[in-house]
T-cell receptor, first 111, second 117 residues
């Protein structure tokens, strides 16, 4: 069974700092997604990563995928308060319509 | 921008009652999903639906759950006899293609918060 783990689970960081969230998964997949969730809200799609070596950037967020290591990273550059949210990675098994989510990383940016 | 819409946003029901959660997927999407998220926990897959039938379901999706696409636009999740542990946020999602095969992105609705008392 596919397992998806994120670390850290909680991250409190100061504005202006850089940090990385890690997403490890247990079986072969090249379908990885990053979502953002604000408290009580839905899941907002951030990145779709579909092949090994993919790197995508949007504003202060950059996501990458290493399918050989079964690892994706979400890097935050010069954090600002409005990035505070919970971030989930999610993975499909090949040919499988079940999206398996990671445990989530609750990010709090302190002014 | 097209979006997935869910109703109601919040439903409170008594244990043992039936509830129907409603979703209108994005109009040209062919694949539909229900996920749930117990408060403070991760998002869990319930069921996927394509071509008017269930294509995959999780062990959570037991006999008390059912899904239906009663017309061309709505996609519903029915829970026949609710239990306290069914309290959660239920998210509907849709995608244009098969995510597992093509990597097509799933778009999520805003969720229905179900509270069973």
């Amino acid at each position: 069974e596919l397992k998806v783990e994120q670390n850290p689970l909680f991250l409190s960081m100061q504005e202006g700092k850089n940090y990385t969230i890690y997403c490890n998964y247990s079986t072969t997949s090249d379908r990885l997604y990053w979502y953002r969730q604000d408290p009580g809200k839905s899941l907002e799609s951030l990145f779709v990563l579909l092949s090994n070596g993919t790197v995508k950037q949007e504003g202060r967020l950059m996501a990458s995928l290493d399918t050989k290591a079964r690892l994706s990273t979400l890097h935050i550059t010069a954090a600002v308060h409005d990035l505070s949210a919970t971030y989930f990675c999610a993975v499909y098994n090949f040919g499988n319509e079940k999206l398996t989510f990671g445990t989530g990383t609750r990010l709090t940016i302190i002014p | 921008e097209p979006e997935v819409t869910q109703t109601p946003s919040h439903q409170v029901t008594q244990m043992g009652q039936e509830v129907i959660l409603r979703c209108v997927p994005i109009s040209n999407h062919l694949y539909f999903y229900w996920y749930r998220q117990i408060l403070g926990q991760k998002v869990e897959f319930l069921v996927s639906f394509y071509n008017n039938e269930i294509s995959e379901k999780s062990e959570i999706f037991d006999d008390q759950f059912s899904v239906e696409r009663p017309d061309g636009s709505n996609f519903t999740l029915k829970i026949r006899s609710t239990k306290l542990e069914d309290s959660a946020m239920y998210f509907c999602a849709s995608s244009e293609g098969a995510g597992g095969l093509t990597g097509t992105e799933a778009f999520f609705g805003q969720g229905t918060r179900l509270t069973v008392v």
